[in-house]
């Protein structure tokens, strides 16, 4: 099983910026350069929400339509990290941040949940007005 820490997250106020990092270690983080990794977000009394995602070498990248043009999802399979620069926060935005890694080899990417078997702890961002 991978182990998938994020970081980065707080406090911004609206118009800013935060670089959401997700670190993969354990004894199979080497598949992480072959799975596709995506982010996700969820707010209390909601469901978990799709953000984006990357397939294996970063060649194919997927947006949320209310992302879209503002974050941007990267990866370094060196580092087995995933990153989400988010940029033009808004207070809709705050949310606790997840990674996944998929269940399926990364030539593509994945916007459903039920396609990750692998989640972090979730990072807090918190957008203000």
């Known amino acids: 099983q991978v182990q998938l820490v994020e970081s980065g997250g707080g406090l911004v106020q609206a118009g800013g910026s935060l670089r959401l990092s997700c670190a993969a270690s354990?004894?199979?983080?080497?598949?992480?350069?072959?799975?596709?990794m995506g982010w996700f977000r969820q707010t209390p009394g909601k469901e978990r929400e799709f953000v984006a995602c990357?397939?294996?070498?970063?060649?194919?990248?997927s947006y949320a339509d209310s992302v879209k043009g503002r974050f941007t999802i990267s990866r370094d399979n060196a580092k087995t990290t995933v990153y989400l620069q988010m940029n033009g926060l808004k207070p809709e935005d705050t949310a606790l941040y997840y990674c996944?890694?998929?269940?399926?080899?990364?030539?593509?990417?994945?916007?459903?949940?039920?396609?990750?078997?692998?989640w972090g702890q979730g990072t807090q961002v918190t957008v203000s007005s």
């Open positions: 990357i397939n294996w070498n970063g060649a194919t990248t």
């Open positions: 354990g004894r199979t983080a080497n598949v992480f350069n072959v799975v596709s």
């Open positions: 996944a890694k998929s269940r399926q080899y990364g030539r593509t990417c994945y916007q459903a949940i039920g396609d990750y078997s692998d």
